[in-house]
């Protein structure tokens, strides 16, 4: 914004030669710099009210990722996997609080890691508000819930408590400083010395974010094994459906409107011109609503995209895999949601359905069991959506949002270059090496220690009866008469006759 500085000095001589002129000037400017002051601190104010309502936002996911694991599994195990959502924020909580937020944002640091504010100390400071630190970790337990759902239905609970605190306090934070701080050595934001000059532009998350959560749920997954009747003898994959669409779909519902702010949020602010433009109505809000937009398209090419692709696959309109492509259009628009112009979010959707698609069917030939297609949907779709913003990003609006480097590289395919896909490539095998690197061995650990996965018995019986102390419906077998007539749950993993 424009400052005004007003001068008794200056100001004196347009008085006259007034005997109180001297006191008039100081007068009027003491005037001016109050009513400057005030504007200064309504600017704060209204980028923080904007900060705080996009984290009440983005954590409004966590009810969404709640929904969608509890539909997504059999309704044995749905006190489970709700506990652990719930459990991914609080444990999320503390570890942020005491760890993560300083090893990500604890400038001045180096370019690998954060080295203050832990627990808070000395915060807030000119480099952020209490505002800031809640938004980030809403992002954080996001991360840990995208985990979670990978590894639903055959893992103890002492695991998700043990991987949770880890991956918020430690794994997470760590790439968030390389790719957002403005330390970081991959950085869009540092002031010299960016990777191929252009540093990282991931700039909501495809692979901070959803890479992180999606291969550290490979990982999970594939060390315990899939479940049981997941495949059968001959190595065949089984159909081992959820126990709800209507949560499946209200969760996909939650999490959408999550994500406009999680996208236009990360913006941080909202009170800033673009003054090069010469038009006062265009300015930050413009470039918020933009984004907003091209999540919404990115989206809805994908679900469209999964309906008809599916469609013509298996002959049938599956709603939960248009909830899923959905995601992953979401999933992989994230990166470049704001420097990409509305009709190549098109692009971006599109492709993210096939990515998704491709990599089910690469699970089932590697007898790989994820129940909600998460590393598939977070991993493979956010990978993609890290090449997507390497092609397609505008030169306009990336000076727009990351200004002061005049000929910074932008998409390959918009005249930029290949130095950001460069950099972008980088990131993805970098996102990858980092979270194989202490995820896989801590879950190899836990497997090892007898801490991973549940006894075939519990798996058979559910966890909710085992770990939880009851079922979370009455529930029963269609073709069981002996059940007084009630409410009850069907078990749509056994055929109707």
């Given at each position: 914004m424009a400052t005004f500085t007003c001068s008794a000095a200056d100001l004196r001589p347009l008085l006259g030669t007034a005997a109180n002129a001297a006191a008039a000037a100081e007068y009027i400017c003491n005037g001016f710099d109050a009513v400057s002051d005030k504007f200064v601190a309504a600017a704060y104010a209204i980028d923080n009210t904007y900060l705080l309502f996009s984290a009440y936002l983005v954590f409004s996911m966590q009810i969404g990722f709640a929904m969608l694991c509890a539909g997504s599994v059999r309704a044995k195990n749905t006190m489970n996997i709700m506990l652990t959502n719930v459990l991914d924020a609080a444990t999320g909580g503390l570890s942020y609080y005491l760890f993560g937020f300083a090893l990500a944002y604890g400038s001045p640091s180096n370019g690998f890691i954060g080295k203050h504010f832990f627990g808070l100390e000395n915060f807030p400071s000119p480099s952020g508000d209490y505002s800031y630190f809640l938004y980030q970790w809403s992002f954080a337990i996001a991360a840990a819930g995208i985990t979670s759902g990978s590894i639903a239905e055959r893992t103890q609970f002492v695991a998700y408590l043990i991987y949770s605190f880890f991956l918020t306090g430690l794994v997470y934070p760590i790439v968030s400083h390389w790719f957002w701080s403005a330390d970081g050595w991959a950085s869009a934001a540092r002031e010299d010395n960016l990777l191929f000059g252009s540093g990282v532009i991931d700039f909501a998350g495809s692979g901070v974010v959803h890479m992180v959560g999606g291969i550290a749920g490979l990982w999970g997954a594939w060390i315990e094994g899939p479940r049981m009747g997941r495949f059968d003898s001959d190595g065949k994959p089984v159909s081992?459906?959820?126990?709800?669409?209507?949560?499946?779909?209200?969760?996909?519902?939650?999490?959408?409107?999550?994500?406009?702010?999680?996208?236009?949020?990360?913006?941080?602010?909202?009170?800033?011109?673009?003054?090069?433009?010469?038009?006062?109505?265009?300015?930050?809000?413009?470039?918020?609503?933009?984004?907003?937009?091209?999540?919404?398209?990115?989206?809805?090419?994908?679900?469209?995209?999964?309906?008809?692709?599916?469609?013509?696959?298996?002959?049938?309109?599956?709603?939960?895999?248009?909830?899923?492509?959905?995601?992953?259009?979401?999933?992989?628009?994230?990166?470049?949601?704001?420097?990409?112009?509305?009709?190549?979010?098109?692009?971006?959707?599109?492709?993210?359905?096939?990515?998704?698609?491709?990599?089910?069917?690469?699970?089932?030939?590697?007898?790989?069991?994820?129940?909600?297609?998460?590393?598939?949907?977070?991993?493979?779709?956010?990978?993609?959506?890290?090449?997507?913003?390497?092609?397609?990003?505008?030169?306009?609006?990336?000076?727009?949002?990351?200004?002061?480097?005049?000929?910074?590289?932008?998409?390959?395919?918009?005249?930029?270059?290949?130095?950001?896909?460069?950099?972008?490539?980088?990131?993805?095998?970098?996102?990858?090496?980092?979270?194989?690197?202490?995820?896989?061995?801590?879950?190899?650990?836990?497997?090892?220690?007898?801490?991973?996965?549940?006894?075939?018995?519990?798996?058979?019986?559910?966890?909710?009866?085992?770990?939880?102390?009851?079922?979370?419906?009455?529930?029963?077998?269609?073709?069981?008469?002996?059940?007084?007539?009630?409410?009850?749950?069907?078990?749509?993993?056994?055929?109707?006759?």
């Open positions: 081992v459906r959820g126990h709800s669409c209507t949560l499946v779909v209200l969760g996909t519902f939650l999490l959408w409107f999550g994500w406009y702010g999680f996208n236009p949020g990360s913006f941080l602010t909202i009170l800033k011109t673009y003054g090069q433009t010469g038009s006062s109505f265009y300015g930050q809000w413009s470039a918020i609503g933009r984004t907003a937009v091209t999540t919404t398209i990115a989206g809805s090419s994908a679900a469209l995209t999964t309906l008809f692709g599916k469609r013509l696959l298996t002959g049938h309109w599956n709603v939960t895999d248009v909830c899923n492509g959905l995601l992953g259009g979401f999933a992989a628009i994230t990166g470049g949601c704001s420097v990409v112009d509305p009709w190549a979010a098109i692009i971006c959707g599109f492709v993210a359905s096939w990515v998704l698609i491709g990599f089910n069917k690469l699970a089932e030939k590697f007898k790989y069991d994820d129940p909600l297609e998460a590393a598939q949907l977070h991993g493979g779709c956010g990978a993609w959506g890290i090449i997507f913003t390497g092609l397609f990003a505008k030169k306009e609006y990336v000076n727009e949002i990351y200004p002061g480097k005049p000929g910074r590289p932008h998409g390959l395919f918009m005249g930029g270059g290949g130095r950001l896909l460069g950099a972008h490539l980088i990131q993805i095998l970098v996102v990858a090496g980092w979270v194989s690197a202490t995820m896989g061995p801590l879950f190899f650990l836990l497997q090892k220690l007898g801490l991973l996965r549940i006894s075939p018995d519990e798996e058979m019986a559910g966890i909710d009866v085992t770990s939880h102390g009851g079922l979370a419906y009455e529930f029963h077998d269609d073709n069981d008469k002996t059940m007084k007539s009630s409410f009850t749950m069907t078990n749509m993993d056994t055929p109707t006759v």
